[in-house]
């Protein structure tokens, strides 16, 4: 089992910046890639950004890229997920999480934790 918390989401104008942490504790977690996904009132759960186990590697929703930077630190046991030049329509609660393969993947469904969500509200 692998427990996650997020942590850092709260009430921001738009175009202000917020950090999300995601706290890791149980299995190891370098062994796992992370993830970060969002879900909106009414809406979806989607995919905001991924990354590798060791960090190396990320990929980034196009609603996202080049305003979101996910990061982690294995010896912290934290992911990050610095947002900048935040919209009204990044409001959402915002999840993060755990899966055990070995290649980036967007897709909920492949992730085996998850943690209880953080809330992120834009105003305008």
């Known amino acids: 089992q692998v427990q996650l918390v997020e942590s850092g989401g709260g009430l921001v104008q738009a175009g202000g910046s917020l950090r999300l942490s995601c706290a890791a504790s149980?299995?190891?977690?370098?062994?796992?890639?992370m993830g970060w996904f969002r879900q909106a009132p009414g809406k979806e759960r989607e995919f905001v950004a991924a990354i590798t186990r060791s960090g190396r590697s990320t990929v980034y929703a196009d609603s996202v890229k080049g305003r979101f930077t996910i990061s982690r630190d294995n010896a912290k046991n934290t992911v990050y997920l610095q947002m900048n030049g935040l919209k009204p329509e990044d409001t959402a609660v915002f999840y993060c999480?755990?899966?055990?393969?070995?290649?980036?993947?967007?897709?909920?469904?492949?992730?085996?934790?998850w943690g209880q969500g953080t809330q992120v509200t834009v105003s305008s």
């Open positions: 149980g299995r190891t977690f370098s062994n796992y890639g």
């Open positions: 999480a755990a899966e055990s393969s070995l290649v980036l993947t967007q897709t909920p469904r492949e992730y085996d934790y």
